[in-house]
C-alpha cells in the first residue's frame, strides 16, 4: 500500500512571497489532516477534512492560509503571504475515517527567508 | 485544557530497555498514540492503546496507560542503534473529528 505523498520536499522563500503543499493521501482514506511542526515541537492540526468538506479549521490563520480538497482525494495547503513565523514542517495525515488511526507523509520542510 | 507533556531527553545502551513517559491533561481521551519520528521524516504509527485498557504489547514495545494518573508510557524492550529517534506521544480527543494533540516529543539516544 502505498504512503501519503507530499511535495515538494523542501521549499525555501522569502517573506511575503506566496507557496502552496501537495498532499496524495493513502487509497480510500475519507479523512485528511494538515500539520505545521515548528522546530523542536510536536504537530499541531492546522486544517481537518471528511471527503471534501472542512471538519475542524479552528487553528488555521486564515487571514494568510488556505486549504482545499476539491474532490475528496488530493489536497493543496497554500500561504500567501508568508512570514517569518510560518517556516515549519508541513506535514499531511491521512485515515480511513476520523476514529482511525493517522498515517503522515515526509512532509515539506518550508524556510522563509 | 489539552495539554500533552513528554521529557525531552533519554540516552540508553544498546541492549537495555527504554521508558518514555507521557501525561495528559483529557480524561475523555478514547486513544493515546505513540510515533516514531526519524531525522527529515515524518511520524511513524508505532502502537496505540484505547482508553479502557491497561496495557498493550507488541514485540519488543510495551505500552502502559494509568488512566487515574493521565500517564502513558512506552517501552522499548532491547533497545537497538535504529531505534534512535525523536517519539511522540498524542491523545486523541473524544468527539467526531479525531484531533489529535501532541506532546513536544521525546529525543531517544542511543549508544552502542
Known amino acids: 500500500e502505498a504512503g501519503v505523498a507530499q511535495s515538494p520536499r523542501y521549499k525555501i522563500i522569502e517573506k511575503r512571497q506566496s507557496v502552496a503543499f501537495w498532499c496524495n493521501p493513502i487509497?480510500?482514506?475519507?479523512?485528511l489532516y494538515w500539520y505545521q511542526q515548528i522546530l523542536g515541537q510536536g504537530p499541531k492540526l492546522l486544517i481537518q477534512?471528511?471527503?471534501?468538506?472542512?471538519?475542524?479549521d479552528s487553528q488555521l490563520p486564515k487571514d494568510r492560509f488556505s486549504a482545499e480538497r476539491l474532490k475528496g482525494v488530493d489536497s493543496t495547503l497554500k500561504i500567501q503571504p508568508a512570514k517569518l513565523e510560518d517556516s515549519a514542517v508541513y506535514l499531511c495525515?491521512?485515515?480511513?475515517?476520523?476514529?482511525?488511526?493517522?498515517?503522515f507523509g515526509d512532509g515539506t520542510r518550508l524556510s522563509i527567508l | 485544557g489539552e495539554d500533552v507533556e513528554q521529557s525531552l531527553f533519554l540516552s540508553v545502551r544498546e541492549g537495555d530497555s527504554s521508558v518514555i513517559n507521557c501525561t495528559y491533561t483529557d480524561s475523555s481521551s478514547t486513544y493515546l498514540y505513540w510515533y516514531k519520528q526519524e531525522p527529515g521524516a515524518g511520524l511513524q504509527l508505532l502502537t496505540y492503546i484505547f482508553s479502557n485498557m491497561d496495557m498493550k504489547q507488541d514485540q519488543r514495545l510495551t505500552v502502559l496507560l494509568n488512566k487515574k494518573d493521565k500517564h502513558l508510557s512506552l517501552r522499548i524492550a532491547d533497545t537497538q542503534t535504529g531505534d534512535s529517534a525523536i517519539y511522540f506521544c498524542?491523545?486523541?480527543?473524544?468527539?467526531?473529528?479525531?484531533?489529535?494533540?501532541f506532546g513536544q516529543g521525546t529525543t531517544l539516544q542511543v549508544k552502542p
Open positions: 498524542a491523545e486523541r480527543l473524544s468527539g467526531n473529528t479525531g484531533k489529535l494533540i
Open positions: 487509497s480510500g482514506h475519507a479523512t
Open positions: 477534512f471528511q471527503n471534501n468538506g472542512v471538519v475542524d
Open positions: 495525515a491521512s485515515s480511513l475515517a476520523s476514529n482511525q488511526p493517522q498515517h
